[in-house]
């Protein structure tokens, strides 16, 4: 068996046939965008596989253009390696396009968040995405109200918007972190990081997540979405 048709299989077995459909009747016009990523182990052919379910069970069409230009090999690592350590994506997106990104798993949800930004900023209109399985916060697909509240009162929109750009994250707009990235900032940086007329990067305490000069346009503000999970969800952690 090859690993593609056991991939299949697997992702067959996992999904559920109404939540496909519930999928399609909500969004009939989408376009389905797995994450193809590369990992340590080997490439990872469960969102694929996962993809091409729901096309035979909806006729959803399947973009497989959009794809992993800078490989993360996070597999196995803690959150604040994950957070430091983005895949990049590359590939044409269609100004107006609703787009469905279907992956296997939802960790922390910053691989989703990133190609979520990929396409918006690019026209692109992300309705949704779809799991096999969910990490602790890996089900919510956008910072909720309490965490987004928490990080703009004690930070500052200025410090975020900073430390994301010298961390090459969504171009600055930190309203594309998920809900555990969000989390994880709220226990990693000093409270008073961003007061007293404090710099992203700059503070005695404080370095950027990961080095890079500033680029690309924040595109539109990020909101959250209720993430589907197409299996009765599992919880690694």
């Known amino acids: 068996e090859t690993d593609r048709a ?6 067959s077995s996992l999904s559920k046939a109404d939540k496909i459909q519930a999928l399609a009747a909500d969004h009939p016009g989408a376009v389905l965008v797995p ?5 340590a182990t080997g490439s ?17 069409k399947v973009d497989h253009g959009i794809v992993q230009s800078v490989r993360a090999h996070r597999t196995g690592q803690g959150h604040l390696y994950r957070m430091a350590h ?26 989703l968040a990133e ?25 919510v697909f956008g910072l ?23 961390s090459d994250l969504y171009g600055g707009n930190w309203k594309y972190l998920s809900e555990g990235e969000g989390r994880e900032l709220l226990k990693a940086l000093p409270p008073d990081a961003g007061r007293d007329g404090a710099s992203a990067g700059r ?34 952690y």
């Open 44 to 60: 990872n052919q469960l969102p694929a596989a996962l993809a091409a379910v729901i096309y035979v069970a909806t006729g959803l």
């Open 6 to 11: 056991a991939a299949i299989r697997v992702a």
């Open 35 to 39: 994450v193809l990523a590369e990992e």
């Open 144 to 166: 909720t109200p309490e965490t987004e509240a928490g990080l703009a009162e004690r930070f500052g929109v200025n410090y975020l918007t900073e430390l994301l750009e010298r």
């Open 115 to 139: 190609l979520r930004h990929y396409i918006e900023s690019r026209g692109g209109i992300v309705v949704d995405a779809v799991t096999l399985a969910a990490g602790r916060f890996g089900n």
């Open 86 to 111: 983005r895949p990049k994506f590359e590939g044409g997106v269609t100004e107006g396009q609703e787009y469905i990104i279907v992956d296997d798993l939802a960790a922390m949800g910053g691989t």
């Open 203 to 236: 503070g005695p305490r404080d370095r950027p997540l990961r080095g890079g000069a500033p680029r690309g346009d924040p595109g539109r503000d990020g909101h959250p979405l209720s993430l589907i999970h197409i299996s009765e969800p599992t919880r690694p």
